[in-house]
Each structure stands twice: as structure tokens, then as C-alpha cells.
Antibody, heavy 120, light 107 residues
Framework: QITLKESGPTLVKPTQTLTLTCTFSGFSLSTSGVSVGWIRQPPGKALEWLAL???????RYSPSLKSRLTITKDTSKNQVVLTMTNMDPVDTATYYC????????????WGQGTLVTVSS | AIQLTQSPSSLSASVGDRVTVTCRASQGISSALAWYQQKPGKAPELLIY???SLESGVPSRFSGSGSGTDFTLTISSLQPEDFATYYC?????????FGQGTKLEIK
């Protein structure tokens, strides 16, 4: 059974850097074709894809947020870390990490999500 | 980036109704589309992948169709547990995108 869980601060101040960790079980990020993504959802709004990291350490970022995002993995710890710089109140959202099956493009399953509020 | 436009944005329907949600891509994406269901306070759950393949465990009243730029999600007979928000997602390109969602409400 694959599970993922997001962790990190619930409150950050404007201009700070957000660091979120996705801890997973039931699969290995060293398995060929596997990837993990980050997706966020502002309150009452739509889903927005942020970043992907692949088993071979290839990375993809949302074009609109690329300059602010970094995604990394620690295969030995079964973790994926997302950092987002220069946080703004508009970045207030629930942040999800999600698994993608080998060489496939849809997300399943997702973590429960973690709400991050940006406020001074 | 490929844009996905869902219609309608919201929909009121009754238990037993047949409903259809549309997702249109700004350029052709073959069959690289998935549909998710999201209930309040919960993470999205996969319903359909590759435009028309039903995820294991998802009731057969859900179906998907389409290819290229136009896709549909159909619920053949609405059940009370189907009232939720539905999202499409394309994975034709490395820059993944989601539709803006369709909220299905009880009439």
C-alpha cells in the first residue's frame, strides 16, 4: 500500500522560504519510471501543479513558479523536499504531494495535504 | 503550457441524473488525460486515466471519453456520494496542468 504524508510549517511570514517534506512508503523513488509531484490548492480554488522529481533525479517545474521552486529527493529516507522562496500571502494553500506510477502521468495516490498560511 | 478548460464550472443535479462534464485542451494531448474527484477537506482521488480507463475500485457509473482536445466525464446515474468537485489533468507534456474544476451540487 502506497502512502504519502506532507509535513512542514503551518505559518510562514512574507518573504520567507517554505520547506515542505513528503515522506512516503510502499514504493521506492529509485525504481525506474517512478516520480513524485507537488500540487497546491488555495482555499476554495483549483489545483495547481508545482513540481515533479523522477527516479533518475530529473526534475520539472511549473513555468510560472520555476524561479522560486526547488525539488529534491532523499531515496534512503523515502522523502521528497520542496522549497519555495519569497513566500507571499497568495501562496496560502494546501500543499499536496502525490505518487506517479512508473512512466505514467497521473497522480495516485495523494497525501492528505498540509495547509500553509502566509501572513505577517 | 497546455491549458485545460472545464465546463460547466458548477452544476446542480439530482440523485439518479446523468451528468456530463467537459474538459477542453488548448492543444492536442492524444489521450493523456485523467479525471479526479475531490470532496471537501480531502485530497483528490483518481477516477479515470488515459481519458477512458476506469481506475480499479471506481464504480462503473463513471466513464470517460475523448481524445485530442475534447474530453468528457460522465456519471450515468448520480449517487449521493458523487456530489463533489471534479478536475481534469493533462500529462501530455512535462508541464502538468489541471482544469479549474467543476463543482457538482445537489439540486
Amino acid at each position: 500500500q502506497i502512502t504519502l504524508k506532507e509535513s512542514g510549517p503551518t505559518l510562514v511570514k512574507p518573504t520567507q522560504t517554505l520547506t515542505l517534506t513528503c515522506t512516503f512508503s510502499g514504493f521506492s523513488l529509485s525504481t525506474s519510471g517512478v516520480s513524485v509531484g507537488w500540487i497546491r490548492q488555495p482555499p476554495g480554488k483549483a489545483l495547481e501543479w508545482l513540481a515533479l522529481i523522477y527516479w533518475d533525479d530529473d526534475k520539472r517545474y511549473s513555468p510560472s513558479l520555476k524561479s522560486r521552486l526547488t525539488i529534491t529527493k532523499d531515496t534512503s529516507k523515502n522523502q521528497v523536499v520542496l522549497t519555495m522562496t519569497n513566500m507571499d500571502p497568495v501562496d496560502t494553500a494546501t500543499y499536496y504531494c502525490a505518487h506517479r506510477r512508473p512512466f505514467l502521468g497521473w497522480f495516485d495516490p495523494w497525501g492528505q495535504g498540509t495547509l500553509v498560511t502566509v501572513s505577517s | 503550457a497546455i491549458q485545460l478548460t472545464q465546463s460547466p464550472s458548477s452544476l446542480s443535479a439530482s440523485v439518479g441524473d446523468r451528468v456530463t462534464v467537459t474538459c477542453r485542451a488548448s492543444q492536442g494531448i492524444s489521450s493523456a488525460l485523467a479525471w479526479y474527484q475531490q470532496k471537501p477537506g480531502k485530497a483528490p482521488e483518481l477516477l479515470i486515466y488515459d481519458a477512458s480507463s476506469l481506475e480499479s475500485g471506481v464504480p462503473s457509473r463513471f466513464s470517460g471519453s475523448g481524445s485530442g482536445t475534447d474530453f468528457t466525464l460522465t456519471i450515468s446515474s448520480l449517487q449521493p456520494e458523487d456530489f463533489a468537485t471534479y478536475y481534469c489533468q493533462q500529462f501530455n507534456s512535462d508541464a502538468v496542468t489541471f482544469g479549474q474544476g467543476t463543482k457538482l451540487e445537489i439540486k
